[in-house]
Every structure is written in C-alpha cells, then in structure tokens.
C-alpha cells in the first residue's frame, strides 16, 4: 500500500518564478492538506482540498494556489517565488470526516529559491 | 486564536533516561491531539493520538501521552530512551475540518 508521495524531493528555482509541486494520497483517502515547514519551525497550514475545492486556508498569500483531480491527487502552485518561500512543503492525505481519522504525511518538497 | 506550544526547544539526554516533552494548547470546543516525529531525512510519523476517551494513551516505540484538560496539555513521555529516538517531536492539534496546528517541534538527541 503505497503512502503519500511526492515529487519532486528537491527542487531549485529563482526568484520571480513560478513551481508546481505534487502530491498522491495514500490508498483511499481523498483530502489533501499543504503545509509549509520553514527550517526550525513547526509546520504551518497552507489549504486543504476535498471534492476538488478549497475547503480551508490558512494565512497564506494568494501566491499559493493549489488543485485538487478527481483521482484526488493534488498540485501545490507557487506564483512569483521569494526567498522566504524557501522551505519544506509537506502533503498530507486523510479520509473526509475529521473525527478519528489521522493524517498521513509524505516525505516532502524541499523548495530553494535563489 | 488557536495555538500549540511546546515547552523545550531543544532536550539533550543520555540512553536509558526518562523523556517528558510538554505541550499546551488552546483550542475551542472539540480538540484531537496528535504527537508526530520527524526522524533525520524522513517524513512525519504518527506516534500517538487522542480522540476521546481514556486520557492516557499509548502509542509506538513505547511512547505514551496524557491528556489533561482542566491543563489544556498532552505531554508526551518515554520512561527509557534509545539513541535511534534522536528526532523531532512535534505536538498538534485539529478542530474542524481536519487543519493541523503544530507545535514548533522539539529536538531531543539521545547520547550512547
């Protein structure tokens, strides 16, 4: 049973430009959640997708935007890179209906902008 | 506002010592917790988790939270540690809709 994956592992872009980052959820789960994990910080919530739409979002600028298919996997867009939008940006994938379900992370997209 | 804090930013101890890494939170209304670990190189795992019910749990690698909500914390605890639990420990909370609030994790490095 495959769990979270995403690509790429590791990625360099210059600021100005734009990324696209990946997530598959684990078997049978269908929301998607983005968090954004800053080096020595905790991770912070960027949005959430269920059914193909934002369901929540977190206080990020609409910079991030993200996407949500029907096979429930998800992309994470980042328009106009700054060097604070360094960092490592995790997926994690659940089952709708908050109650006793856990979230199952993915190893993560280590983003440099320069 | 929402908010988890962990108490120690950084736990150094040697093999066989007692673990115990503090974490607050203030949530309204119904409030999971979770203790995830970051192992060096690799993703976020489950350790524990609390929904309801007995207030001390137990989860993997022999580790064990309490709940105490008249406190408003879920401390996590390991009465003997290894040198492979060196890692990072974040504290998290979920009310609606799924939203993880993290801690700003705890590195703990365990000395042979």
């Known amino acids: 049973d495959a769990g979270v994956t995403q690509s790429p592992t590791h990625l360099i872009k210059t600021r100005g430009q734009q990324v696209t980052l990946r997530c598959s959820p684990k078997?049978?789960?269908?929301?998607v959640s983005w968090y954004q994990q800053a080096l020595g910080q905790g991770p912070q919530f960027i949005f959430q997708?269920?059914?193909?739409?934002?369901?929540q979002r977190g206080n990020f600028p609409d910079r991030f935007s993200g996407h949500q298919f029907p096979n429930y996997s998800s992309e994470l867009n980042v328009n106009a890179l700054l060097l604070g939008d360094s960092a490592l940006y995790l997926c994690?994938?659940?089952?709708?209906?908050?109650?006793?379900?856990?979230?199952?992370f993915g190893q993560g997209t280590r983003l440099t902008v320069v | 506002a929402q908010s988890v804090s962990q108490h120690n930013h950084h736990v150094i101890l040697s093999e066989a010592a007692s673990l115990e890494l503090g974490c607050n939170y203030s949530?309204?209304?119904?409030?999971?917790l979770f203790w995830y670990v970051q192992y060096p190189g690799q993703h976020l795992q489950l350790l524990l988790k609390y929904f309801s019910g007995d207030p001390l749990v137990k989860g993997i690698k022999g580790f064990e939270a309490e709940f105490i909500k008249s406190k408003f914390s879920f401390n996590l605890r390991k009465p003997s540690v290894q040198w492979s639990d060196t890692a990072e420990y974040f504290c998290?909370?979920?009310?609606?809709?799924?939203?993880?609030?993290f801690g700003a994790g705890t590195q703990v490095v365990v000395t042979p």
């Open positions: 078997s049978g789960h269908d929301t």
């Open positions: 949530y309204g209304g119904t409030v999971n």
């Open positions: 997708y269920y059914e193909e739409e934002e369901r």
């Open positions: 994690a994938s659940s089952q709708e209906g908050y109650t006793n379900t856990e979230a199952f």
């Open positions: 998290a909370a979920r009310g609606s809709w799924g939203k993880l609030q």
